[in-house]
């Protein structure tokens, strides 16, 4: 790579993006971590050092918990953290592009866009800051710290990522299934009816990420198995298939 010192940029995402260790290192990404309590003992949600098997069983132990009943409680990244975290990456050389977890679920990107603009009232070394909200989460947010990895490698300025990541979001869909609407429900964050149902048991229910507003499950349990629902809501969506020879579909589990 023959690309200058200037041109260099550091991507950073914060855990909810739910990159593993192993693609972080692959795609030199830093990660931030949302620090959760679990019945009041501390759960710092992203450790790098952990190997796959080690992440995918810290994360069955933390959603079990759920499943039993547990108290969670959710933390926002402060605007220090981020000060700390960007100022570093800065005075080393290097410009900041951040992918932040949807605004309309968390304080976080609040939290960022402070700290960036108290750096670039006297910016170390001349970098710059730039923060895309993802408007979503997981899967959906994590890939566009990928894409930008990608395109770094292949040459191109912060700039140049920036101006078209930022499109991409608007253009994301998502669709989850949950085996409780519990938590969902009482951080406020279902539509009208999917709150009456709250008292329902299911196996399954399956919910659609608007990140943008909140999350609707006015769909459930479909026929024994909400993979049928995930691909009903695909082939009946209009326009989350614009073009479907040409629309990437991603699946993750948890």
Do not use: W
């Not at 795609?27 to 971590?33: G, R």
């Not at 960036?116 to 566009?144: F, T, V, Y």
């Not at 279902?190 to 229910?205: D, P, V």
């Not at 909140?214 to 691909?231: H, K, M, P, R, T």
């Amino acid at each position: 790579n023959n690309r200058q010192d200037e041109d260099m940029f550091q991507i950073i995402v914060d855990s909810a993006a739910n990159i593993p260790a192993e693609l972080v290192k692959q795609y030199n990404i830093k990660v931030l971590s949302f620090v959760n309590y679990v019945n009041g003992e501390k759960l710092v949600c992203f450790d790098p050092e952990l190997t796959y098997e080690e992440e995918r069983a810290k994360a069955k132990t933390y959603y079990d918990a759920m499943r039993n009943g547990a108290e969670v409680k959710t933390s926002l990244i402060s605007t220090g953290d981020f000060e700390v975290a960007f100022r570093k990456v800065m005075e080393a050389g290097e410009d900041v592009l951040y992918f932040s977890l949807s605004k309309n679920i968390s304080g976080t990107y609040n939290s960022a866009r402070i700290a960036m603009e108290e750096l670039m009232e006297n910016p170390p070394m001349g970098r710059k800051i730039r923060i895309i909200d993802a408007l979503n989460a997981s899967l959906a947010q994590g890939i566009l710290a990928i894409y930008a990895s990608e395109m770094r490698d292949r040459g191109m300025e912060i700039d140049e990522v920036y101006d078209i990541l930022k499109t991409y979001p608007a253009k994301m869909n998502g669709v989850f299934t949950v085996g409780d609407l519990k938590y969902l429900a009482k951080t406020g964050r279902l539509s009208g009816s999917a709150c009456a149902e709250t008292s329902l048991r299911h196996k399954s229910y399956f919910c659609k990420a608007d990140f943008d507003r909140c999350f609707s499950a006015e769909q459930f349990y479909i026929d024994g198995c909400c993979l049928l629902a995930v691909i009903h809501s695909l082939n009946h969506t209009n326009g989350i298939l614009p073009d479907r020879k040409s629309t990437r579909l991603n699946s993750s589990h948890t």
